[in-house]
Structures are given as C-alpha cells and as structure tokens.
C-alpha cells in the first residue's frame, strides 16, 4: 500500500543511502539517543523493513523514494532476485506481470518426506510439479514414504 503523505523529504530527514552499495542507514538521533543503524531487518518474505514515522515500510520501496524523489508508480522489482540488494542499478519500476515474470520459479518436480506426530502411518510423502503440491499418502516408515516419492519422480535411489 503505498503512503503518498510520506514525502521523498522526510525519508532523506531520517535516512541515508548509497546508491553504489544499496545500504540503507537510519541517521542518529540525538533526542532519543540514536545511533546511525544500518537496516537489516526483514519481514516475513524476505525484504528489508523500517518505520518511518510508525509505519512500517518496504526499503527497496523507501529506495526508489529516497532517490527519485516519487513513488514508484508499480511494483519495485529486484532484477538479480536478491530483496536484500537494493542498489538502484538493481532497482526497476515495472507492472505486477513484469514482477512476477522475474521470480525464480520451483524446480520441476521435488520430493519431500515429513513426520506427523500422532498419526497411525506418521510419515507423508508429497511432491512438488511446477507450482503444484501432490500428496502420495502416510506412511509407516520414513523409507516407505522416500521411495513413494522416488518411485512417482521416476528417480529411484537418488537422494530427494
């Protein structure tokens, strides 16, 4: 969601940025006895944050203020896929289809066995096709649910 009161001003108030280097520093504060911090913190996808005035923000998105001065006016989009590297070289303002076009996507096909405490057959075996997950059934013993996944990905004996 994008905060158009937040202003291009008030973020260069709060922080510094090396378009070179991409870090993002939050400047010291004397009253609340701040010192300059890099951000490095993440949110739940993997992208750095920071507050600016109480509201948290997407750095890559405080970037693109911080350097052009506006709002990007659709997604940021990180072309090496890296959402920690926010270098503006590295930086573009694309439409959702763009974005998404740029993500790296599943391997084909994965297997993947998981313990489920409780059950009478605790161990599942499922497989990833593309962007599909495929459940193959519980299972008694790890191995059973191992082999269930290499027998449905044709890869028998190699590790999943």
């Excluded at 490095?40 to 911080?66: E, P």
């Excluded at 439409?95 to 066995?113: E, I, K, L, Y």
């Excluded at 499922?126 to 459940?135: F, P, S, W």
């Excluded at 082999?147 to 044709?154: D, I, K, P, V, Y």
Aim: aromatic share 8%.
């Amino acid at each position: 969601m994008k905060n158009l009161a937040l202003t291009a001003a008030r973020v260069r108030e709060q922080f510094d940025y090396n378009p070179e280097t991409g870090v993002f520093i939050r400047k010291p504060c004397q009253r609340l006895k701040w010192q300059a911090t890099v951000i490095t913190s993440r949110d739940t996808c993997g992208y750095l944050r920071a507050s600016v005035d109480g509201v948290v923000h997407r750095v890559h998105r405080l970037v693109w203020l911080f350097h052009y001065g506006d709002w990007p006016k659709g997604e940021i989009d990180h072309i090496n896929r890296d959402r920690t590297d926010n270098r503006i070289a590295n930086l573009r303002d694309v439409s959702r289809a763009v974005n998404c076009g740029n993500r790296s996507s599943p391997p084909a096909t994965q297997g993947s066995v998981y313990f489920c405490q409780g059950r009478s057959r605790p161990y599942r075996a499922r497989i990833r096709d593309g962007e599909r997950m495929i459940h193959l059934g519980y299972f008694e013993n790890a191995e059973q649910a191992r082999e269930a996944c290499l027998h449905r990905l044709g890869t028998a004996s190699k590790p999943i």
